[in-house]
């Protein structure tokens, strides 16, 4: 392995180069094996066992170097204005942390949601510790960038719902919830510290909120983005 080619590969860990190449990094053996087994295209593999110990330690992002490091080409559709006639689907409305975006990405996957949607100034799926967190989920999810409130107009024009969780909404678990059967059913989750920007808001048709126990006395003021996905995600499939 050349000086050259570690530059590269270590160059890949900012967005910028990420942008230029369309490639990204996907390390571990379990996350390569599902690279290669997924319909994204898989550049090149590194061994551990192929270019020695001290050049996977030079080109890995891990604190301890896996056996196995992949250049994986971002898919072609992943800036996606189109919004299927029926599903339910996540947009997220600027997640920053990439520890949340890639819990969010493993939600969708268990709960088998049709597509996540995310604005552009959601963190990008393709940092190297969004793509760790997801533990596989990003070859199987749908993933696209768009401008959320087009999203959801186009979500009312078909005659879905657009839903949002608020505290200051309708407690959940009183009221039916759309599984996007025969319409589109957007769940609409907000950056971590503002929460759903007031143009997203706008389209929002159900506000719903996550009620604490006991209800009159919460322990803390809000849930944690990926948490709060995944409570609304379940309570949504619970009713399917």
Request: aromatic letters at 8%; one cysteine or more.
């Amino acid at each position: 392995m050349t000086t050259n080619e570690i530059k590269y590969i270590k160059s890949l860990s900012q967005k910028k180069f990420r942008d230029q190449s369309g490639l990204f990094v996907v390390e571990g053996e379990k996350l390569v094996a599902e690279a290669l087994a997924s319909r994204f295209k898989v550049e090149k593999v590194y061994r551990k066992a192929d270019v020695g110990e001290a050049a996977m330690a030079r080109i890995s992002a891990l604190s301890s170097p896996s056996p196995a490091l992949a250049l994986v080409h971002r898919p072609v559709d992943l800036e996606s204005s189109v919004l299927p006639a029926r599903g339910l689907f996540l947009a997220l409305d600027g997640i920053r942390d990439p520890g949340n975006l890639g819990t969010i990405l493993r939600i969708a996957d268990w709960f088998g949601l049709d597509a996540v949607y995310a604005s552009p100034d959601t963190v990008d799926v393709f940092n190297p510790k969004v793509v760790q967190a997801t533990m596989g989920a990003i070859f199987r999810v749908r993933f696209h960038y768009t401008d959320i409130p087009a999203l959801c107009r186009q979500a009312l024009t078909a005659g879905g719902k657009v839903y949002g969780t608020f505290l200051d909404g309708d407690n959940m678990y009183g009221i039916p919830l759309d599984n996007g059967a025969s319409s589109p059913a957007v769940i609409v989750i907000g950056n971590e510290a503002n929460g759903i920007s007031a143009p997203t808001a706008a389209h929002v048709t159900d506000r719903l909120y996550i009620p604490p126990f006991p209800p009159d006395d919460p322990g803390s003021e809000s849930l944690n983005a990926a948490v709060a996905t995944a409570i609304t995600v379940a309570e949504f499939r619970r009713q399917a």
